[in-house]
Structure formats: C-alpha cells, structure tokens
C-alpha cells in the first residue's frame, strides 16, 4: 500500500487541528451562554457609563460570580448602580435603586423589577433616561448570551415611563447613543 | 287637497335652492372657499408634580416649556388670515398623564402634534437642540433590519411572538410615520435657519443642532396626527440653560417652530388642491 505524501499528511493535520480549535470555541461559547451548568466563578465583566461626550463607554470590571444566569444578572446591576470607578465616566442611575428580582422568559427576555426609587431622576432629560436605560441593556446583552431582551418592571409592575419620555413598556434591545 | 299640493310645490322650491350653490361655476366656489384652518396641538411637557429636568440654577424644564408653547400659540394665532388654531394640552402647571395628553390631542382632531420639551444629560458637555419622530424600529438591530427590509436585502419575517403585540400597536400608528418624519425635517430646518439668521445679524447666541432622530415616546404612541418631540436644549449645559432663561432665544425658537408648521400647512395645501 502507497504511503500519503507528506505534504497531504501536512494539509490533513493543519485541517484536523483548526477543526478541533473550532470545536473547542464552540463548546466554551455554548457552555458560557448556557443557563446550566453554571460555574460560580470569577468573571470580567464590562459595564456601561457615559463618557463626557454623552456616549456609553464600557467599563472592565471583575466580579465572583454566582451559580445562575439570575444571581450573575443582580451582582452585574448593583455594580452598575454603585457607578463607575474611572473619573471621566458618569452613572446613569440614582444611587438608591436596588434590583428586587430578576424573571426569564422563554423568549429570553429578562424582566428586571426595581425598586421605585428608579424614578427619582431628577436630572432626567430625554438624553439622561435614553442613558439610563441602554446602560442597562447594553450591560446585560453584553455580558449574558442568555439574554435577548429586556424589560423593565417597577415594584412588580409594567410601567409606560421612568421619567415620562421613553416608552419602556416593550422589550428594549441594544442601542448606541448618537 | 290644496293643503298637499301647497306642501309639495314648498318642498320642490326648497329642494332647487337647496341645489343653487352646486350649480354655481367652479371657479366663484373656489373663489369663495377658505383656505383650510391648521389645527396645531402644542403639548407642554411635565408639569405639575412633575417638574421634569432641572438646570444647574435650578431652571425647571416644566416652566421653561409652557413659556415656550404660550408664545407658540400666540404667533400661531396672531398669523395673517386666521390660518391655525392652537390649543395647548395643559393651561397650567398641572400634573396631565401621557395618556390623558393624547387622548385630548384625538379628540380635538388636530392637524399636528409638537411636544415641547428640555434637554438633561449626564455629562453636561452634551448641548443642542433636536427632533423627535416616533419609530417602529427603535433599537439599533430593528434600525438596521428595518433599512436592509427596505433596500429589499432580507425577505421581510414575521417579528417574534413577545415583539409581535407591539409591533401590530405601531403599525396601527404608522399612517403618519412619514408626515410625522417630514414636520420634524421641517423644524430641524427652521430652528436652524432662525439661529443661523440670528448668528448672522451679531448675535452671540447660537444653538447646535443635533439633528433629527427617532425613538419610542410614549407621549407620541397613539397620537393620530403627524407628531414630533422637540427637545430644545440642554439645561444640564451651562449655556444652554441660560440662553433657555433669555426671551431673545424663546422668541427665535418659536420663530424657527413657526416657520415648519407654516411650512407644513402650505404641504397640506398642496394636497388639498392635488385631491381636487
């Protein structure tokens, strides 16, 4: 029997390990968006402030996480309303808020219920609630894979507004600000 | 007997006068009809308990904006043939639900809607004036699919099932979609036109324009009439808020919102001669 040449024995090994490499990628990726097998483990999160420019700019930061997609979803939150670190980045949300749960769907869509001092924005223009809500989506779309959509409850219940603009009661979607 | 014959020659006279104004020529009936009144729903934003944002020197956006919309009916009204009517949705610094905003805005079967409001932002760099258009696609995917749809790049999909009630509740509103875009071109144009006539003549104030942008209102949901959100300027911005506070710079807004609902009614004009 003929011997393959070396340079097949060459294409067939460098094709067997890129394939293998894609696997591996894949495997990670699935189990990272995946709502079992979840590891309580330390994570690096990005979170959302404005920059002096107005915009959403991300903000590294490393958190323990839970063993659910839920826990991870508050830990992520209350480190989005505690606000950033850096001195060039502002908070979106007032500093009392709390989240007072956190519901998936099978649509992925997550409610959060917040407490209602979400409302208390008194500085809250078009331009600062548009901020405080695509801060919060664009954590959370980033961050989770679980996650398509969002939706905002207020002690338990739909609201219209937070601060009588934005129309909140939809799943809310990813969004940059011009 | 003569009673009745009485009776039918009275209801036969009054059935050809009844007839003369359709037989009179077209032209004297053009002649003689008015040019359509503009119904204009200004709406105020905030008041009451609601005070919406506050500047730095403690300006409040709900006074700043009934100042805004009082001298807004006030040119509309003093305009030249009684073209428009205004009619503001709160009279007074009075808390007014959104829904209650827009059910007074259908029931007085207005021509257009224009919220009135002013800007806060968390970085108070942020400055300038702009317009708002209700939009179906409102989040950055929808934007982009909603463009790709239209430029015929994707088959058109069914929305999925938890979207699908809000998507059928913007569509019933869809049938002003492209006036509502079109008023908000036209204010861009005219605010910016007012202050750029402003700048020229010496004047050091001046106002950025931030261009024309869609969202979701909920102020703007429902609203059967072409409508727009304009957000002013900025009163987290030092300067903004104090050109907020000059009544030289109310008065050029207002100047520049004038001009595009002037602009609008001579469209709806248009129209009308075009339906005849």
Not at chain 1, 77 to 84: D, R, S, T
Not at chain 2, 24 to 36: I, S
Not at chain 2, 85 to 112: C, M, P, V
């Amino acid at each position: 029997m003929k011997r393959p040449s070396k340079p097949l024995i060459f294409v067939i090994s460098i094709i067997s390990f890129m394939l293998g490499a894609f696997a591996v990628k894949y495997i990670i990726a699935v189990r990272k968006d995946s709502l079992f097998n979840y590891a309580a483990e330390q994570k690096k999160i990005k979170l959302y402030f404005v920059n002096r420019d107005g915009k959403l700019q991300a903000e590294k930061r490393e958190i323990q996480g839970a063993t659910s997609v839920l826990e991870d979803v508050k830990i992520c939150v209350a480190e989005l309303v505690k606000g950033p670190v850096g001195k060039e980045l502002y908070g979106t949300f007032p500093k009392e808020t709390y989240l007072r749960e956190a519901y998936l769907d099978d649509n992925r869509c997550i409610y959060l219920d917040f407490s209602k001092s979400i409302l208390n924005n008194q500085n809250g223009g078009t331009t600062g609630e548009m901020q405080l809500i695509y801060s919060l989506v664009d954590t959370l779309l980033e961050n989770f894979g679980q996650i398509a959509s969002v939706r905002i409850l207020v002690e338990g219940q739909e609201v219209t507004t937070i601060g009588g603009h934005l129309d909140v009661n939809r799943p809310l979607r990813g969004k940059k600000l011009e | 007997m003569g009673k009745i014959k009485l009776s039918c020659l009275l209801f036969l006279a009054a059935g050809l006068l009844a007839q003369e104004p359709a037989q009179k020529p077209a032209g004297a009936e053009q002649a003689a009809l008015p040019v359509k009144v503009i119904k204009v729903v200004i709406d105020p934003g905030h008041g009451g308990k609601d005070g919406g944002a506050v500047g730095s020197n403690g300006t409040r956006e709900k006074d700043i904006v009934f100042e805004i919309a009082n001298l807004l009916a006030k040119k509309l009204v003093d305009a030249p043939e009684q073209r428009f009517k205004a009619i503001l949705t709160r009279a007074e610094d009075k808390f007014i639900t959104l829904e209650d905003r827009i059910s007074f805005a259908n029931q007085y079967e207005g021509d257009l809607f224009i919220s009135l409001h002013a800007n806060s932002s968390e970085s108070n760099r942020d400055s300038g004036f702009e317009v708002y258009y209700n939009s179906i696609a409102t989040d950055d995917s929808a934007i982009e699919l909603a463009k790709r749809e239209n430029a015929g790049a994707v088959e058109k999909k069914d929305s999925l099932p938890a979207d699908s009630m809000f998507v059928l509740w913007d569509l019933a509103q869809n049938e002003f979609q492209k006036e509502s875009m079109e008023f908000a071109d036209k204010i861009q144009a005219g605010v910016e036109s007012s202050f750029t006539k402003h700048v020229a003549e010496g004047k050091t104030q001046s106002l950025r324009n931030r261009g024309v942008k869609q969202a979701s209102f909920a102020v703007l949901r429902g609203v059967r009439m072409p409508a727009v959100l304009v957000e002013s300027a900025y009163l987290s911005n030092f300067n903004d808020e104090t050109n907020l506070r000059s009544p030289e710079f109310k008065e050029k807004l207002v100047s520049g919102l004038f001009e595009a609902i002037n602009n609008m009614a001579k469209k709806f004009d248009k129209q009308m001669e075009g339906a005849k």
